[in-house]
């Protein structure tokens, strides 16, 4: 599977309402099979770029394709190329999840024979086949986010589109979720996904793009831009004895450039942030040695997606 | 009693909606345009007052009218929002009680509109100043059956929605029950007549539930009342309507129990077809068509917009249109052997006409509530979004939920076609007439659908969209209906005829004779009407359906 051809491409994409700037010249590609992480807080303009992707909103200037199908110009075979979940189940009353399913497969235009085959393996996908007689209403949030997910899959779309998939789900069912996610991306899916859930988020997908405001302020592969928006990393020092607190912190600072070192007695740690490079770092660990204290541990703190939101966040106001 | 904080939540929350106001202004705006189209004009002294008679019986007429359309919506769709929207179960858990509750929800709307009624105060006011209307005889009388109504419509509404399990079914059920009150209560004594014993004292009974004679008790119109048998005024209605009242009342806040309103969410439940488990004789006689029995892929002929509309709607699975159907066919058959067979006195006439608003009256009941839940139901429930990421055509989507709802009028319609059949064979020279009834009905049908729709793509909810297409209706096809019952008196009969033109089933009661229409011709410049506004509200509807499928 070549990754790194481009499915999903837009080129300045930009949405005014009025006066109102919903989507400021965004641009982004994710290749086939990568799950791109779309974080921003509400009214960031994530819901206004799905929608313009699944050909549901016209940008005011700019271009988005999907597999070269120009999303807002040839918006009929758009809905072909793209699965959309949105936020909202969209349910009917006294419909059963077979139904429910069935009626999607036919306004898709699959023909019954094919459409009974493809619900079998789609509720076989998303494990939905034991709950195939029950009525949607009655299901619960994580069962219809599958039965959600089940629908999108129906046409066989290249690309699927999931308005925040895992919010509302119970811990299992966000792991069956997460499971299920990487099982797509796996198959040559390619995943578009939105939620505010950021640890759960960092877990599946490989590209993140972060918008604030309309405008992208970070895209790229997840660990390239942990590195650019965290540039500090977190280091933690546990010592087997505390009264070697004082003296370790002291040798530490000494040793470190601009090194603020926050000391925690109850767990006999030592934590700061630096910009220092691994060499630099193995020289003052080296020093505390030499310095007589009995270091039990010496690691770095890893990051989150988390950090890096926060930190687009910070800069934005 | 007002320290109650549900009273004042719902008052201030309504009180805040631009709904009131609008509700507000049309009161004032109808009954001031009343008093002014029958205010006098020429010179003469008129002696005897019955100038202040004729401007007051209309606008008595009209504020009923609004108050059976006007008050409804609230209550009916107040309670179920609240058990689906969870708030209920908070407010039984906190130490109000359920006749706080209750109450609380009955005054508000009651206050409401007592509001909205007295909009229409300038307008009694400029009648009081005519001359020949009194405060105690006439207004005050007005005032409170306007406010009996409220409160009986609003104990209605209560019941109900506390028993539906959603807005628009509430709406429906609240509409159909304020109907009966209001209107069909008079049938049996009106179309029956000649009853005696404890017949007739029921039947007495069931038409002083009807606001109707009390309004022409008040409105000095008595003789028109009477000559339709109909012997109950004033009294009769404020104790019947204070019974139905109280005892609605009493089972509502019993009913507003924890306990009793912890139903499970159906999980639905598949009738299995293996060997040894297939289902009982009774339950294949009960559901011809098994509405448990897994059902098959949508065949490629049929529009699988049409297909879901039926499949989601309780009342449109086909097992329910077959007992429908049924029941239309067996009521039709029974009026029409009872004319055959029965008193000599009893012709083809006088059956044809509850036939005829036996239908107008399924009509209004299912119509709107299926027309009007087309379109708004689908934005409501966020299945308008999925539609449209879909790419079925906007044409089809539309075809599909129309011809929902029109297969099933037609099939209500053509269920009491045996009827007109036997109505035609009794009385050959009859069929032209019954030809021109099933015209009148088909174009009344088309109004009903196409309005409703129409109204449904206005609207973003079920419930506003259901209460709008009801108002709207029964104006059309009620409020003429009973423009026609105050005729001579204040209404000439001009303008009752040129009024009964919008209304076809009015026109289906004229080709048949029926008692107080065989003076009007209306057929065929209703038909040229009805489809015209049809036309014109479908046309409407699919500009909405193409614009709402576009991208935004």
């Known amino acids: 599977m070549n990754t790194d051809e481009p499915v999903l491409k837009t080129e300045n994409l930009t949405k005014r309402y009025g006066q109102f700037c919903a989507l400021d010249d965004l641009s982004i590609h994710v290749g086939r099979g990568q799950i791109l992480g779309f974080i921003g807080p509400n009214g960031a303009g994530k819901t206004t770029t799905i929608k313009i992707l699944v050909g549901l909103s016209r940008p005011t200037s700019g271009n988005a394709w999907i597999a070269g199908v120009n999303c807002s110009k040839q918006a009929s075979q758009i809905k072909h190329l793209v699965g959309y979940m949105p936020d909202r189940f969209g349910s009917y009353d006294n419909m059963r999840v077979h139904e429910y399913l069935d009626f999607f497969g036919a306004v898709f235009g699959i023909s019954a024979k094919a459409r009974r085959k493809r619900i079998a393996e789609v509720m076989e996908t998303t494990n939905t086949t034991y709950m195939q007689d029950k009525f949607v209403e009655s299901l619960s949030h994580g069962m219809q986010q599958r039965v959600g997910i089940a629908r999108t899959l129906l046409h066989d779309p290249q690309v699927l589109i999931l308005d925040e998939p895992a919010n509302g789900l119970d811990p299992r069912a966000r792991i069956e979720m997460r499971e299920l996610l990487l099982r797509l991306a796996s198959e040559g899916k390619t995943l578009i996904v939105t939620s505010h859930i950021l640890p759960e988020l960092a877990r599946i997908c490989d590209t993140v793009a972060i918008i604030t405001g309309g405008k992208l302020q970070a895209f790229g592969k997840l660990d390239a831009v942990m590195r650019d928006l965290c540039p500090t990393r977190s280091y933690e020092v546990q010592l087997v004895r505390d009264d070697q607190l004082?003296?370790?912190?002291?040798?530490?600072?000494?040793?470190?450039?601009?090194?603020?070192?926050?000391?925690?007695?109850?767990?006999?740690?030592?934590?700061?942030?630096?910009?220092?490079?691994e060499a630099e770092l193995a020289g003052a660990l080296q020093q505390l040695i030499q310095g007589g204290i009995e270091v039990a541990q010496f690691r770095e703190v890893a990051g989150d997606l988390e950090d890096a939101f926060l930190s687009v966040a910070a800069r934005d106001k | 009693m007002f320290n109650n904080p549900?009273?004042?939540?719902?008052?201030?929350?309504?009180?805040?909606s631009w709904k009131t106001f609008a509700a507000l202004i049309a009161v004032a705006l109808i009954s001031g345009g009343l008093v002014l189209l029958r205010w006098p004009t020429d010179a003469t002294l008129d002696v005897v007052s019955q100038g202040a008679m004729l401007v007051f019986r209309p606008l008595a007429f009209a504020l009923a009218l609004a108050v059976m359309m006007l008050v409804p919506p609230f209550p009916a769709t107040?309670?179920?929002?609240?058990?689906?929207?969870?708030t209920l179960a908070l407010l039984l858990n906190s130490p109000t009680t359920p006749l706080q509750i209750y109450w609380g929800k009955l005054t508000s709307n009651v206050c409401l509109a007592l509001i909205l009624i007295s909009a229409s105060l300038p307008a009694m006011a400029a009648c009081l100043a005519m001359g020949g209307i009194s405060l105690g005889d006439h207004i005050l009388p007005l005032i409170l059956v306007l406010f009996i109504m409220a409160v009986q419509y609003t104990a209605v509404g209560l019941w109900v929605s506390l028993r539906s399990s959603s807005s628009d079914t509430s709406l429906r059920m609240t509409y159909a029950a304020v109907l009966a009150l209001a209107v069909l209560s008079i049938?049996?004594?009106?179309?029956?007549?000649?009853?005696?014993?404890?017949?007739?004292?029921?039947?007495?009974?069931?038409?002083?539930?009807?606001p109707i004679s009390a309004l022409q008790h008040i409105s000095a119109a008595q003789a028109a009342t009477a000559s339709l048998g109909i012997g109950t005024g004033f009294v009769e209605f404020v104790i019947a309507?204070?019974?139905?009242?109280?005892?609605?009342?009493?089972?509502?806040?019993?009913?507003?129990?924890?306990?009793?309103?912890?139903?499970?969410?159906?999980?639905?439940?598949?009738?299995s077809r293996a060997a040894g488990n297939s289902p009982s004789l009774l339950r294949r006689l009960n559901y011809l068509v098994d509405p448990q029995q897994r059902k098959a892929s949508i065949p490629w002929w049929l529009n699988p917009v049409m297909v879901k509309e039926f499949r989601t709607r309780?009342?449109?699975?086909?097992?329910?249109?077959?007992?429908?159907?049924?029941?239309?066919?067996?009521?039709?058959?029974?009026?029409?052997?009872?004319?055959?067979?029965?008193?000599?006195?009893?012709?083809?006439?006088?059956?044809?006409?509850?036939?005829?608003?036996?239908?107008?009256?399924?009509?209004?009941?299912?119509?709107?509530?299926?027309?009007?839940?087309?379109?708004?139901?689908?934005?409501?429930s966020g299945g308008w979004e999925l539609l449209r990421a879909t790419p079925f055509p906007a044409i089809r989507i539309l075809s599909g939920k129309l011809m929902s709802v029109v297969w099933t009028m037609l099939l209500v319609l053509l269920a009491t076609l045996p009827g007109y059949a036997v109505m035609s064979t009794i009385q050959p020279a009859m069929s032209g007439q019954v030809g021109n009834v099933i015209i009148s009905l088909l174009v009344a049908v088309a109004m009903v659908v196409a309005i409703s729709g129409c109204v449904s793509s206005f609207c973003k909810t079920t419930a506003v969209a259901t209460a709008t297409s009801y108002g709207v209706l029964l104006s059309l096809f009620v409020g003429t209906l009973l423009v026609w019952l105050a005729r001579g008196k204040p209404f000439g009969p001009l303008f009752v005829e040129r009024l009964l033109r919008i209304n076809p089933a009015a026109a289906a009661l004229s080709e048949m004779n029926t008692p107080g229409f065989e003076q009007y011709n209306l057929a065929p410049v209703s038909w040229w009407v009805?489809?015209?506004?049809?036309?014109?509200?479908?046309?409407?509807?699919?500009?909405?359906?193409?614009?709402?499928?576009?991208?935004?």
């Open chain 2, 6 to 16: 549900i009273l004042r939540r719902e008052l201030l929350g309504r009180l805040r």
């Open chain 2, 187 to 210: 049938g049996p004594l009106v179309w029956i007549g000649n009853l005696s014993g404890a017949a007739a004292w029921v039947a007495q009974w069931l038409t002083a539930l009807s």
């Open chain 2, 78 to 86: 107040s309670l179920v929002t609240e058990r689906r929207n969870g």
């Open chain 2, 314 to 380: 309780k009342f449109g699975r086909l097992h329910w249109l077959l007992r429908l159907v049924a029941l239309c066919a067996i009521i039709s058959l029974m009026l029409t052997v009872l004319a055959a067979t029965g008193t000599v006195s009893w012709g083809v006439e006088k059956i044809a006409g509850p036939l005829v608003l036996m239908q107008l009256a399924l009509m209004l009941l299912v119509g709107p509530s299926l027309g009007a839940t087309l379109i708004s139901a689908e934005v409501e």
């Open chain 1, 246 to 277: 004082d003296s370790a912190s002291s040798l530490l600072q000494a040793g470190l450039k601009d090194a603020v070192v926050t000391i925690s007695r109850p767990e006999r740690t030592l934590r700061f942030p630096t910009a220092d490079s």
């Open chain 2, 241 to 271: 309507s204070s019974v139905v009242t109280l005892g609605l009342a009493v089972i509502t806040v019993r009913q507003l129990d924890p306990l009793q309103l912890d139903r499970p969410r159906p999980t639905g439940k598949v009738v």
């Open chain 2, 530 to 552: 009805g489809g015209g506004i049809a036309v014109g509200c479908l046309i409407v509807l699919s500009v909405r359906t193409w614009l709402m499928t576009r991208p935004d």
